[in-house]
Protein backbone atom coordinates (compact mmCIF):
# COMPACT_ATOMS: atom_id res chain seq x y z
CA UNK A 1 0.00 0.00 0.00
CA UNK A 2 2.73 2.28 0.73
CA UNK A 3 4.21 1.87 -2.78
CA UNK A 4 0.76 3.08 -4.25
CA UNK A 5 -0.27 5.59 -2.16
CA UNK A 6 2.20 8.77 -0.77
CA UNK A 7 1.64 10.22 3.26
CA UNK A 8 -0.82 12.52 1.78
CA UNK A 9 -3.32 10.04 0.44
CA UNK A 10 -2.91 8.08 3.48
CA UNK A 11 -3.55 10.42 5.34
CA UNK A 12 -6.50 11.53 3.56
CA UNK A 13 -7.85 7.71 3.63
CA UNK A 14 -7.34 7.74 7.01
CA UNK A 15 -9.36 10.46 7.65
CA UNK A 16 -12.39 9.72 5.50
CA UNK A 17 -12.35 6.24 7.73
CA UNK A 18 -14.03 8.31 10.75
CA UNK A 19 -16.97 9.24 8.22
CA UNK A 20 -18.11 5.22 7.87
CA UNK A 21 -20.30 4.97 11.16
CA UNK A 22 -20.69 6.65 14.43
CA UNK A 23 -18.49 4.69 16.77
CA UNK A 24 -15.71 5.63 15.07
CA UNK A 25 -16.61 9.08 14.14
CA UNK A 26 -17.02 9.57 18.35
CA UNK A 27 -13.69 8.03 18.88
CA UNK A 28 -11.89 10.37 16.14
CA UNK A 29 -9.71 12.98 17.44
CA UNK A 30 -9.70 17.07 16.27
CA UNK A 31 -6.04 16.29 15.04
CA UNK A 32 -7.45 14.03 12.17
CA UNK A 33 -10.42 16.49 11.49
CA UNK A 34 -7.19 19.12 11.38
CA UNK A 35 -5.43 16.84 9.07
CA UNK A 36 -8.42 16.76 6.69
CA UNK A 37 -8.12 20.21 6.83
CA UNK A 38 -4.56 20.42 5.62
CA UNK A 39 -5.44 17.46 2.86
CA UNK A 40 -8.05 20.26 1.43
CA UNK A 41 -5.65 23.27 2.19
CA UNK A 42 -8.35 24.87 3.83
CA UNK A 43 -7.95 28.39 5.05
CA UNK A 44 -7.91 29.19 8.89
CA UNK A 45 -11.62 30.75 8.45
CA UNK A 46 -12.74 27.65 7.42
CA UNK A 47 -10.41 25.39 9.17
CA UNK A 48 -11.93 26.97 12.16
CA UNK A 49 -15.52 26.83 11.13
CA UNK A 50 -14.96 22.80 10.52
CA UNK A 51 -13.38 22.21 14.18
CA UNK A 52 -16.45 24.29 15.42
CA UNK A 53 -18.66 21.99 13.43
CA UNK A 54 -16.72 18.91 14.52
CA UNK A 55 -17.00 19.77 18.26
CA UNK A 56 -21.09 20.29 17.75
CA UNK A 57 -21.47 17.22 15.99
CA UNK A 58 -19.53 14.88 18.14
CA UNK A 59 -22.55 15.18 20.69
CA UNK A 60 -25.01 13.98 17.95
CA UNK A 61 -22.36 11.03 17.20
CA UNK A 62 -22.04 10.33 20.74
CA UNK A 63 -25.74 9.62 20.77
CA UNK A 64 -26.12 8.13 17.95
CA UNK A 65 -22.97 5.28 18.45
CA UNK A 66 -25.70 2.52 18.69
CA UNK A 67 -26.82 3.00 15.53
CA UNK A 68 -25.79 0.90 12.07
CA UNK A 69 -26.07 4.77 10.18
CA UNK A 70 -23.32 6.80 8.32
CA UNK A 71 -22.72 10.35 9.63
CA UNK A 72 -21.84 12.02 6.53
CA UNK A 73 -25.67 10.93 5.28
CA UNK A 74 -27.16 12.71 8.35
CA UNK A 75 -24.63 15.58 7.99
CA UNK A 76 -25.34 16.10 3.84
CA UNK A 77 -29.33 15.84 4.53
CA UNK A 78 -29.00 18.28 7.59
CA UNK A 79 -31.04 21.35 6.86
CA UNK A 80 -29.40 23.92 9.64
CA UNK A 81 -26.52 23.84 10.75
CA UNK A 82 -23.08 22.06 10.49
CA UNK A 83 -22.07 23.92 7.14
CA UNK A 84 -18.29 24.18 7.25
CA UNK A 85 -18.60 20.29 8.12
CA UNK A 86 -21.20 19.41 5.35
CA UNK A 87 -18.39 20.98 2.87
CA UNK A 88 -15.86 19.09 4.26
CA UNK A 89 -17.93 15.64 3.75
CA UNK A 90 -18.91 16.68 0.68
CA UNK A 91 -15.48 16.85 -0.89
CA UNK A 92 -14.54 13.75 1.05
CA UNK A 93 -17.31 12.23 -1.18
CA UNK A 94 -15.47 13.09 -4.61
CA UNK A 95 -12.87 11.98 -3.29
CA UNK A 96 -11.83 8.29 -5.75
CA UNK A 97 -10.85 6.36 -3.05
CA UNK A 98 -10.96 2.51 -4.83
CA UNK A 99 -9.27 3.18 -8.07
CA UNK A 100 -9.52 -0.18 -9.02
CA UNK A 101 -11.64 -0.22 -11.63
CA UNK A 102 -10.27 2.41 -13.58
CA UNK A 103 -6.63 0.76 -13.32
CA UNK A 104 -8.54 -2.29 -14.93
CA UNK A 105 -9.82 -0.69 -17.55
CA UNK A 106 -6.46 1.21 -18.33
CA UNK A 107 -4.89 -2.06 -18.33
CA UNK A 108 -7.10 -3.58 -20.51
CA UNK A 109 -6.85 -0.82 -23.23
CA UNK A 110 -3.17 -1.51 -23.13
CA UNK A 111 -3.36 -4.65 -22.99
CA UNK A 112 -5.76 -4.83 -26.40
CA UNK A 113 -4.66 -3.52 -29.54
CA UNK A 114 -5.71 -4.79 -32.84
CA UNK A 115 -2.54 -7.41 -33.36
CA UNK A 116 -4.24 -8.59 -30.29
CA UNK A 117 -8.04 -8.64 -30.09
CA UNK A 118 -7.77 -12.49 -29.97
CA UNK A 119 -6.44 -12.66 -26.96
CA UNK A 120 -8.56 -15.39 -24.66
CA UNK A 121 -9.91 -14.44 -21.19
CA UNK A 122 -7.26 -16.14 -19.50
CA UNK A 123 -4.69 -14.91 -20.81
CA UNK A 124 -5.85 -11.18 -21.27
CA UNK A 125 -6.35 -11.83 -17.25
CA UNK A 126 -2.76 -12.62 -16.59
CA UNK A 127 -1.66 -10.23 -18.63
CA UNK A 128 -3.76 -7.66 -16.83
CA UNK A 129 -2.79 -8.89 -13.37
CA UNK A 130 0.43 -8.39 -14.31
CA UNK A 131 0.15 -5.00 -15.55
CA UNK A 132 -1.57 -3.54 -12.62
CA UNK A 133 0.05 -5.84 -9.86
CA UNK A 134 3.66 -5.88 -11.21
CA UNK A 135 5.81 -8.88 -11.05
CA UNK A 136 5.40 -11.74 -8.81
CA UNK A 137 8.61 -11.30 -7.00
CA UNK A 138 9.45 -7.34 -5.68
CA UNK A 139 13.11 -6.60 -6.36
CA UNK A 140 15.49 -7.73 -3.99
CA UNK A 141 15.98 -3.79 -2.54
CA UNK A 142 12.46 -3.56 -1.48
CA UNK A 143 12.85 -6.95 0.66
CA UNK A 144 15.54 -5.30 2.34
CA UNK A 145 14.18 -2.41 3.26
Known sequence: MNRRF?????????????FE???????????????????FSLNENEKDGVLSDYKSFIFVALRNVETQKCPITNLLEANIGYEHLKKLAKSICCVPIATA????FSAMNRIMTKLRNRMEQDTLQYCMKISIEGDEDPPMEYIKE
Request: net charge negative.
Open 6 to 18: NDTALTLIEGCSI
Open 21 to 39: NYRSFSNSSIKIIEQLCNC
Open 101 to 104: TVER
